[in-house]
C-alpha cells in the first residue's frame, strides 16, 4: 500500500485554497490548508512533502515564509502559486530557492499533476538522500568503533609478541652468564646501577625503561663468540680480543629484526665507546654519545672491575671508584662518573 503524501497549501484566498485543495485530493494527496505565512510555519513539520505557498498573503507573505521555511532545513520542495502577471515574482521566488511555481487559475490539470508529482519525487529522493546519510554515519560510527576495538587487540597482541621476544632474548644471556662462574649476575648489577644514576638525574620514565632494556641485553652479542675466548684464564691474545669486541655490534644486529628496540640497540652498539674516541666499534667522542649510553657505559665499567674475571684481579669499591676517577674525562662522562661515586658513597654509608 503506497503511502499517502501530505500537502501544504498557504493562500489568503479561501477559495482558491478550497479549489486547488479538492484537486490535490482528488490526484490522491492529503491536504493541509491554511490561510497565512505564519499558519503555514505552525503547521510544518518532515511530514509535510510538498508546500505550495501563495505570495501576496497579510502578515508574512509568500517570500517571507519562503526564507522562514529555508532556516528549518527540512528539504521540502516549495511551489508558488503566482496570478497572471506576475512572472516577475515567479522568477524571483526560484531564485530564492523555490522548486517551481504554478499559475493561477489552474487550467490544464496534467500539467499541475506533474508538477506536483515532480515535486513529491524531489521529496522522496530528498528523504531517502537523508536516511542514507544517517545510515552512513551510523554504519561509520560503528565501523570506526569495531576498528578502534580491533586496533586495541592488536596493539594489545603485539605489546605481548614485543615483551615475549625481549623476554626470550634476555633470557639466553641470562643464561650465558649463568654458565660462567666470573659473570654471574653481571647483567641484573648493571641494570641496578644504570637505573640508580638515571633515577638521580631524574629521566623520564620512557628513557628509563629504553635504559634498563639496553641494560638487560647489552652483552647479548657474547652468545656468537667462541665461549674458549670469554672463559680463558689470563690474558687473552690480540686475535681473541678482536673476537670479543665483536659483540656490541653482534648485538644490535641480533636486535635489529625488532625495530621497537632501535634505541636499546644503539646503546648496545656503543656501550663500550669511550669519550676521548679510543673505544670501539665506532670510535665515537663525547659530544657523540648519548647519556643514556654514558650511563651504561659507567655502569658496565664499575661491575666489571669489582667483579671476578678469569683474566684480571678484581678491584674493591674503593680501587674501583678511584680508577673511574682517574678515567673520568677520558674514558668516561665526568657528570656521570661524579653521580655514581655520589650513589656508591651512600650505599657504602648505609652499610
Known sequence: MAIQTKILIADDDNLVREAVGKVLEMFGHEVISVPTGSEALNALGN????????INMPGMDGFETMDAIKQRDLGIPVLFITGAGSMDYAIRAINLGAYDFISKPIE??????????????????????????TNLEIEIERKTK??????????????????????????????????????????????????LIAKKFCLPLEDQQVLERACRLHDIGKLVIDVSCIHKPGPLTPEEW????????VGENIMKPLQYLNREAKIVRHHHERMDGQGYPDGLFGDDLDLLTKIITVADSYDAMTSKRSYKLDFNPKEAIGEMKRCSGSQFAP???????DILHSKIKKH
Do not use: C, W
Open 335 to 341: 657528570d656521570i662518573v661524579d653521580a655514581f661515586v
Open 108 to 133: 490544464d490539470l496534467d500539467l499541475f499533476n506533474a508538477k506536483i508529482n515532480r515535486a513529491v519525487e524531489k521529496r522522496m529522493f530528498v528523504l531517502r538522500e537523508k536516511a542514507y546519510k
Open 242 to 249: 678482536e673476537k670479543v669486541k665483536k659483540h656490541p655490534e
Open 146 to 195: 569495531e576498528l578502534a576495538e580491533k586496533n586495541f587487540l592488536l596493539q594489545e597482541y603485539s605489546g605481548q609478541l614485543e615483551a615475549s621476544s625481549f623476554n626470550i632474548i634476555s633470557t639466553l644471556q641470562v643464561a650465558l652468564e649463568e654458565k660462567d662462574l666470573y659473570t654471574a649476575g653481571h647483567t641484573v648489577r648493571v641494570t641496578e646501577y644504570s637505573l
Open 47 to 54: 511530514d509535510i512533502d510538498v508546500i505550495l505557498l501563495d
